[in-house]
């Protein structure tokens, strides 16, 4: 089955610095991918899309000059937290896949941590 | 304003009893979906459901969609510990993945 590759699982970094993720699919090309958050005990909230050779698009309230996301390759997609601040801590997840609408496979995750 | 509205958000159970999870809209879907995520990991595809009223069987879970496919049910029967997490229906309103707002199950042996 297809599988989503999510690096690194979990970052602790301090504040003002920036954090790259990158989710990648493994077995299957993915010209779309999506990137969420998500709090403790809540539930997923999509922050982009990613689109492969283009501009990602943002959700409202997504600050695009604050997480910088890159889609060069129909294998791999990152999200760069920039200028991070403790508030930005919480669990990044991407997604792939859904081809006709289909199930998406998700990464394992990232838990960021700003100190 | 959730266009996927998920209930109920917390349910505690004993081991051997059977609950229910409704996923609700007042927009159509061409197909919902649940997910199973536990702690620390990402979303896992329990199941899509495309036709309205269509039926589909996991082991021990159930699966509904409505008639109208605004609606969507979780039924777990016997629930066991190991059926503990968060349960999420997810649909596709306009080719981006969306989530209702989770079911944390717990199942107490």
């Known amino acids: 089955g297809a599988v989503v590759s999510q690096h690194p699982s979990r970052v602790i970094c301090k504040s003002g610095t920036s954090v790259k993720i990158e989710c990648r699919s493994l077995?299957?090309?993915?010209?779309?991918m999506f990137w969420y958050r998500q709090f403790p005990k809540q539930s997923l909230m999509l922050m982009a899309t990613?689109?492969?050779?283009?501009?990602?698009?943002?959700e409202q309230g997504v600050e695009k000059d604050k997480f910088l996301i890159n889609h060069a390759s129909l294998t791999l997609s990152t999200l760069t937290v920039t200028s991070a601040h403790p508030e930005d801590s919480s669990f990044y997840i991407c997604?792939?896949?859904?081809?006709?609408?289909?199930?998406?496979?998700f990464g394992s995750g990232t838990r960021l941590t700003v100190v | 304003t959730q266009l996927l509205e998920q209930s109920p958000q917390f349910l505690s159970i004993q081991e051997g009893e059977n609950l229910t999870v409704y996923c609700n809209s007042s927009?159509?879907?061409?197909?919902l979906q649940w997910y199973r995520q536990e702690p620390g990991e990402g979303p896992v595809l329990l199941v899509t459901?495309?036709?309205?009223?269509e039926v589909k069987k996991l082991k021990r879970l159930t699966f509904q969609f409505g008639d109208a496919r605004k609606d969507s049910s979780l039924h777990i029967t016997a629930a066991q510990p190991g059926d503990t997490g968060l349960y999420l229906c997810?649909?596709?309103?306009?080719?981006?993945?969306?989530f209702g707002q989770g079911t944390t199950l717990q199942v107490k042996p």
């Open positions: 990613s689109n492969e050779g283009s501009k990602a698009t943002y």
């Open positions: 927009s159509v879907f061409s197909s």
């Open positions: 459901v495309v036709t309205g009223g």
């Open positions: 997604s792939a896949g859904g081809s006709k609408g289909y199930g998406y496979t």
């Open positions: 997810a649909g596709l309103p306009t080719g981006k993945l969306i």
């Open positions: 077995d299957f090309q993915a010209t779309t």
